[in-house]
């Protein structure tokens, strides 16, 4: 296999993470890097804060910070709350005090430009009169002309993906002063999207792509590119690199450097290369492959422009695919409707806060695994996590475990018992066979990047255990036929432990408790047994130690805050 890297969309470093933010891209990511690892590929998982731009700007204005503070202040906040759900980044960096990425953002710009691909243009931009400032896209609101959508930024409508300019905004108004915008002209660099399209189309043809991300691109690419500004009038940023008098006070549009960080935040992890690999080992090499996670918000960015912009740079591989979920929306118990997941409206649910109130982060894992939107978007409910923690984890899985694990410890003392599988009924072999198939479907759905569905083929293994266990009550047949408890007891056990395997990319911390009740001394770290996952799923043989059992999951009142 060759060596993977997997990026996260980098988030921007002006709030904490919400459900939305885990659903969208790094939760995925997660279970696939995890999964891939259990496979035994070489995996890097590069992640950082996106501190430039707008976003940051106005956040720190509101807060009563320069930019930088705010930068670190929130990029310290995200890995916390990145660190408490158990996403496991091999780096969570940051553009503004990853010492590598200025440089490089700076040299990928001059390599552009060296090669004639920039256009200097004066350009029409949104004007604020009252703060005497140049408006970049995102401190302008407006209406989509497309289609109608109000409230939208000067980029690109959330409603209809398309892109936002002084053109095609109507009613601008400034996020600074509040005041309608006015337009002006200014000169920027401009790279002709149009001129990669062909390269462009080439990567859409063989890369990963979900069906509706295909469908809305091969959309785009059909009216064509267009030409982009990669420069923006803003005092935060990377100052474009260009000794003209034109460029003085202009700095690289945030996401023309943004993606830029992927390379970067490689970079920094791994240094020059003098000890060992370097980042180019993995940019620019046939030997790795580059895989992208991101929200639905981010793909114009990362499928066209991002791909265009590696295109005329010339020296870095393409990514092998773009991993792209859909938004997911809220809707809090006695609201009829559901809304969009928005910090400023307070329609949110917050890591932090989650975390702070002592909600099990397996648990958000496992609900948010459950509601993905990988295909269209869907909705978070607060009684619906409460429901599944109590209905599946509770009741379904813990139960499951409990049951077997403390029936064989007060009957049979604390070993795995003695079983002959020659021994097996037609009831035993359909479970057991079940048990030999539930490996591969589980792999083949994440191979896809079907996350729901590989949760979904675990859980109902765990509920064909539940009846298989009331089919064959052990609890009566223990006072007739010992051999057929134990072959029940051991099937059951092989069960548990197959599920706990499984289970290690969804939910780290107690899939790891799963093993170690059936393992122990094999079971390190989170748990997880120091084997490739093919070897992981042969049980642990008659007389292995079992572990005292414990609630693996609480149950939670439906009406809890």
């Known amino acids: 296999m060759k060596k993977l890297l997997v990026t996260a969309a980098l988030p921007y470093s002006n709030g904490r993470l919400h459900v939305g933010h885990i659903a969208g891209c790094y ?3 997660d279970i696939y890097v995890r999964y891939q690892r259990l496979i035994g590929r070489e995996v890097k998982f590069v992640c950082g804060s996106d501190d430039h731009g707008v976003a940051i700007v106005l956040t720190s204005e509101k807060e009563g910070r320069t930019p930088q503070e705010t930068a670190r202040h929130y990029h310290d906040l995200q890995e916390a709350d990145f660190r408490g759900l158990g996403i ?18 700076q040299d990928f710009f001059l390599r552009l430009h060296e090669q004639g691909f920039f256009e200097k243009h004066s350009s029409r931009q949104f004007y604020d009169e009252e703060r005497e400032m140049f408006l970049p896209d995102r401190f302008v609101t407006g209406t989509c002309s497309f289609c109608g959508a109000v409230d939208q930024n000067g980029d690109q409508c959330e409603n209809c993906g398309k892109v936002l300019d002084v053109d095609t905004l109507r009613d601008a108004v400034s996020v600074v002063s509040g005041e309608p915008a006015t337009v002006r002209e200014t000169v920027h660099w401009f790279l002709d999207l149009g001129r990669f399209e062909e390269k462009v189309e080439q990567w859409f043809q063989s890369a990963f792509l979900r069906d509706q991300t295909r469908a809305f691109l091969r959309g785009l690419l059909g009216s064509g590119l267009v030409k ?39 970079e920094e992890l791994l240094g020059s290369g003098e000890a060992g690999e370097s980042f180019e080992q993995w940019w620019k090499s046939d030997d790795a492959e580059i895989l992208h996670f991101i929200g639905e918000d981010n793909t114009i960015f990362h499928c066209l ?54 909600g099990d982060p397996d648990v958000l894992r496992y609900y948010l695994t459950t509601i993905a939107p990988e295909k269209a978007r869907t909705v978070y409910k607060p009684e619906d996590l409460l429901q599944k923690n109590n209905a599946d984890l509770a009741n379904t899985l813990g139960n499951f475990v409990n049951r077997v694990v403390s029936f064989s410890r007060k009957y049979y003392g604390p070993e795995v018992p003695a079983c002959d599988d020659a021994s097996f009924d037609d009831i035993d072999q359909a479970f057991a066979a079940h048990r030999e198939r539930v490996g591969a479907a589980v792999s083949a759905k994440l191979d896809a990047h079907e996350y729901r569905a590989a949760l979904e083929e675990v859980m109902e293994f765990a509920r064909a255990g539940n009846r298989y266990i009331d089919e064959k009550a052990p609890w009566k047949t223990r006072k007739e036929d010992e051999a057929t408890t134990k072959r029940t007891l051991v099937l059951c056990m092989r069960a548990i432990h197959t599920i706990a395997v499984l289970l290690q990319p969804f939910l780290p911390q107690k899939s790891g408790e799963m093993l170690a009740l059936l393992w122990p001394e094999q079971a390190s770290g989170e748990g997880r047994v120091e084997k490739p996952w093919s070897e992981q799923l042969n049980a642990p043989p008659s007389g292995s130690p079992l572990g005292e059992p414990v609630i693996l999951f609480q149950k939670k009142e439906l009406n809890a805050e």
């Open 27 to 29: 939760l995925p990511a």
């Open 88 to 105: 496991s980044f091999d780096t969570f960096s940051s553009t503004s005090q990853n010492p590598c990425h200025a440089p490089r953002s």
């Open 228 to 266: 982009r500004s990669m420069t923006r009038d803003l005092s935060w940023g990377i100052p474009v690199p260009l000794k003209e008098k034109d460029a003085e006070g202009k700095v690289l549009y945030v996401w023309f450097d943004a993606p830029i960080g992927y390379i970067s935040n490689t």
């Open 305 to 358: 422009i991002w791909i265009a912009m590696l295109s005329a740079e010339g020296s870095y591989q393409l990514p092998a695919g773009v991993v792209v979920n859909q938004f997911l929306n809220i809707q809090f118990q006695d609201e009829e409707e559901e809304q969009k997941i928005s910090k400023s409206r307070g329609t949110a649910v917050w890591i932090g806060d989650y975390l702070e109130e002592g």
